[in-house]
């Protein structure tokens, strides 16, 4: 870690033994993960209750590259963190989760979801089987009729709507796999009295 960890206690006295808890879970959170660069953990008892004893909070800020991932465990959430090591082990626990998930990102490994982009038939070739697509940025990408989902490439038309995945090809951007996408309905007008 590039700076030293902040532990800090708001409404409860400051006890080395919990002071030093924390600081060895940091400790194993900057094992796991070498891209730490400030960690501020905030120690509290927002509602003193002498029934029901004192759940704590446990906030965790935490700032990598390009991210500061924050944990915070309120009292409403604990369901029975009255126990300080409870309340620092959940909060822990779901840091060492998050900066899991912020290193399969970061490593290409987590799923990503998107959606093939859009585009218009702005020229067609039926002769030569080949067209080119306009994307909503304005970039012309060619395609091949052999690159269109299926035998749909006679049923385009100037106009068609279609999604593409792009690459890179020897003269510019092509399309490599080309779907139509669902023509909406032609509006009907029914005459009226019928």
């Not at 400030?38 to 935490?62: A, T, W």
């Not at 593409?164 to 032609?186: M, N, S, T």
């Amino acid at each position: 870690m590039k700076r030293p960890a902040q532990i800090i206690f708001k409404n409860v006295p400051r006890y080395e033994s919990i002071e030093e808890r924390v600081q060895a879970r940091i400790e194993k959170l900057d094992k796991f993960c070498d891209r730490i660069m400030s960690c501020r953990v905030v120690i509290d008892v927002p509602h003193q209750h002498h029934v029901q004893g004192n759940p704590y909070s446990i906030k965790i800020e935490l700032t990598v590259p390009g991210k500061e991932i924050v944990v915070a465990v309120e009292p409403s959430e604990q369901s029975g963190y009255d126990e300080i090591d409870t309340a620092i082990g959940g909060a822990f626990d779901s840091a060492r989760r998050q900066l899991e998930d912020y290193m399969r990102r970061r490593h290409g490994h987590a799923k990503t979801h998107f959606r093939n982009p859009t585009g218009t038939v702005t020229s067609l070739d039926s002769d030569q089987q080949y067209g080119y697509i306009t994307a909503p940025n304005g970039e012309m990408i060619y395609f091949h009729a052999n690159s269109v989902k299926g035998s749909d490439f006679e049923k385009l038309t100037l106009g068609s709507k279609v999604s593409f995945l792009q690459e890179p090809g020897d003269d510019g951007p092509q399309a490599r796999i080309v779907k139509l996408k669902e023509q909406p309905l032609a509006e009907v007008t029914l005459p009226s009295g019928t």
